[in-house]
């Protein structure tokens, strides 16, 4: 069945530091990709996303990489500050299908200083 | 431009009670979604409207949920009687048009079931 799993449930780097969260999605029907932060006390908020025709796309700070040969999605987030402390979450859809997000468990990053 | 916003921010009820949650999305935003996630698990999906319709409620856990989106702005999510599975973080999120596009979340509710 559909399924998104992360690599690492929890991750620390120090301030500074680049960081890269990792994910795994299963349906390769999927066409649609999207990174969410969540921050203790509120509900996921839209980073980054990307669709199946490529294979990176950048933002303010943050990177998405999308392998569709191994089924592999990747945030790196630049200089990491203490703000990026967060759960973050990937998630999955197919854009022609149900427009529901299929979201992996999420990883917590940790930004020490 | 205000966000989704949700309400109660929590609540805490005894096993066999009512709680109602409720929604409201971004103005003019004809898709509504609702999504939990319970202690250690994903957040998933529950069911999605569009305007006053149910376009899918195929994550809807059994029939002690009940959803409603009359007028198609604001949701309600009931949950009658509640049992102690059901404590976990309800969210909301809201998106523009009929193709796929970027959901916005609100903050949760957080419901605890004793």
């Known amino acids: 069945g559909e399924s998104v799993g992360l690599h690492l449930p929890t991750l620390s780097v120090q301030e500074g530091d680049n960081s890269i969260i990792n994910c795994a999605y299963s349906n390769s029907a999927s066409d649609y990709f999207i990174w969410y932060k969540q921050e203790s006390g509120k509900g996921p908020q839209f980073i980054i996303d990307?669709?199946?025709?490529?294979d990176k796309r950048q933002g303010q700070r943050v990177t998405v990489l999308l392998n569709k040969t191994v089924k592999h999605l990747s945030l790196q987030i630049a200089a990491t500050q203490p703000g990026d402390s967060a759960v973050y979450f990937c998630a999955e859809n197919i854009i022609q299908g149900a427009q529901k997000l299929v979201f992996g468990q999420g990883t917590r990053l940790t930004i020490n200083p | 431009e205000a966000g989704v916003t949700q309400f109660p921010s929590h609540s805490v009820i005894e096993k066999g009670q009512t709680v109602t949650l409720r929604c409201d999305p971004i103005s003019g935003h004809d898709n509504l979604y609702w999504y939990r996630r319970v202690m250690g698990k994903e957040i998933k999906f529950l069911l999605h409207f569009v305007k006053e319709s149910k376009q899918d409620e195929s994550g809807m856990p059994n029939n002690r949920f009940l959803a409603e989106r009359t007028g198609g702005t604001y949701s309600t999510l009931k949950v009658q009687p509640a049992e102690l599975e059901d404590s976990g973080v309800y969210f909301c999120?809201?998106?523009?048009?009929?193709?796929?596009?970027?959901?916005?979340f609100g903050p949760g509710t957080r419901l605890l079931v004793l």
């Open positions: 999120a809201s998106s523009p048009g009929l193709v796929f596009e970027t959901q916005y």
């Open positions: 990307i669709r199946s025709n490529m």
